[in-house]
């Protein structure tokens, strides 16, 4: 890994932390950040982890310390891929590539138009999509449209329905894309002219696996770096 390649997965990490914690506050619970990692006290919503590195070589001890481990589905992002939690009760649920595409970079104009989810009714819509009807689409609640560094992007079909989006995470050096859903050729070319349009002078970050990894690097991302999350009891 480059010197680069470290500095923009230590930005991803933190964007990535904050966007989790955003998360967690529409929820009611407050984490926290310390120097190496951010941590939240009690269980974080379905599919957001309990903490994330913001450093690499944190003692595994101290970051377990710090979440509760006694509730089911306590679970940790490891940004840097270089902790051994199996001795905290913790085994592998996945691993992942941290990507980076250049601000600037030229995009591909969108066959589908975007816009910003700004409304309760407009979040709703675009949770349903995201969905696909699992039950969970409430994980999206109208207290993150009070957030001023969250974006969430509907992309929209000849009918008006939202067809593929994201969330936009805006922060100090980096804007993270996470939650991509939809075709990857709708989804990718619009959303990355929003965050062209939103946040131009910002390189995009994020985090992806297997096919959606391969998706994401044919629209301009490089992999920079590994990650891994760790569940309690897996």
């Not at 619970?29 to 990692?37: H, N, P, S, T, V």
């Not at 990507?99 to 910003?116: C, D, F, L, T």
Request: hydrophobic share 50%; glycine share 10%.
């Amino acid at each position: 890994m480059t010197t680069s390649q470290q500095h923009l997965v230590l930005a991803a990490a933190r964007n990535n932390a904050a966007w989790c914690a955003a998360m967690s506050r529409s929820h009611g619970l407050a984490g926290e950040f310390g120097d190496r990692a951010w941590s939240a006290p009690a269980r974080t919503p379905l599919y957001y982890p309990d903490a994330v590195t913001l450093a690499p070589h944190v003692v595994p001890e101290t970051l377990v310390s710090r979440i509760d481990t006694a509730a089911p589905g306590a679970s940790v992002k490891d940004s840097f891929a270089d902790l051994d939690l199996a001795g905290s009760g913790f085994g592998v649920l996945f691993e992942a590539q941290w990507i980076h595409r250049p601000a600037g970079a030229a995009v591909p104009a969108p066959e589908s138009s975007w816009q910003v989810a700004d409304s309760p009714e407009e979040l709703l819509a675009w949770a349903l999509a995201w969905d696909g009807g699992a039950g969970n689409a409430d994980l999206f609640r109208a207290e993150l449209l009070d957030d001023p560094d969250t974006f969430v992007v509907a992309v929209r079909d000849a009918g008006g329905g939202v067809a593929a989006g994201a969330v936009v995470s805006r922060s100090d050096r980096v804007a993270g894309v996470s939650n991509v859903f939809g075709s990857p050729a709708a989804a990718w070319p619009a959303v990355l002219h929003a965050v062209g349009s939103l946040l131009p002078a910002l390189p995009v970050v994020g985090y992806e696996q297997g096919e959606d990894l391969a998706a994401a690097l044919r629209h301009g991302f490089e992999p920079i770096g590994p990650l891994r999350v760790w569940l309690h009891g897996l």
